[in-house]
């Protein structure tokens, strides 16, 4: 005898259902363009230290690491894409995260690296 077992359907996230093809396309290259910033250690890494507030370049360099002519090149990557802003107070610069996407794909970003790290969460997991 054959099993009567109903197969579920296929279905798209809720996001795609609404959007149509043309809008779909702009959005998928908005999203490629975004995760290209996020693509470099460097970048990421300063964009983690922004979750938390605003800081300046020095405190930038000092909690990353990166070395000072590294660090400036990173930075205006991320003004060009308007991922952070800036505010000059004296001779410090201030840096914070502006796009809201931003502080949504590194909370995911977090759970997925940092927050389950110590439960033994790895790429390899995130891959099955």
Do not use: W
């Not at 999203?31 to 507030?53: F, G, I, M, S, Y």
């Amino acid at each position: 005898m054959r099993s009567s077992a109903i197969k579920p359907k296929a279905t798209r996230p809720a996001a795609a259902v609404s959007l149509g093809t043309r809008d779909l396309q702009q959005q998928s290259e908005q999203a490629a363009k975004l995760l290209k910033a996020l693509a470099n250690p460097d970048r990421l890494l300063l964009l983690c230290h922004l979750v938390e507030r605003e800081k300046s370049v020095a405190e930038l360099g000092e909690v990353t690491g990166i070395a000072q002519p590294s660090l400036s090149q990173q930075l205006s990557v991320l003004r060009a894409e308007n991922l952070v802003a800036t505010r000059r107070e004296g001779k410090s610069i201030f840096y914070r995260i502006e796009a809201p996407a931003v502080h949504a794909v590194l909370q995911t970003l977090y759970k997925i690296f940092c927050q389950d790290s110590a439960a033994g969460l790895s790429l390899k997991a995130v891959r099955r």
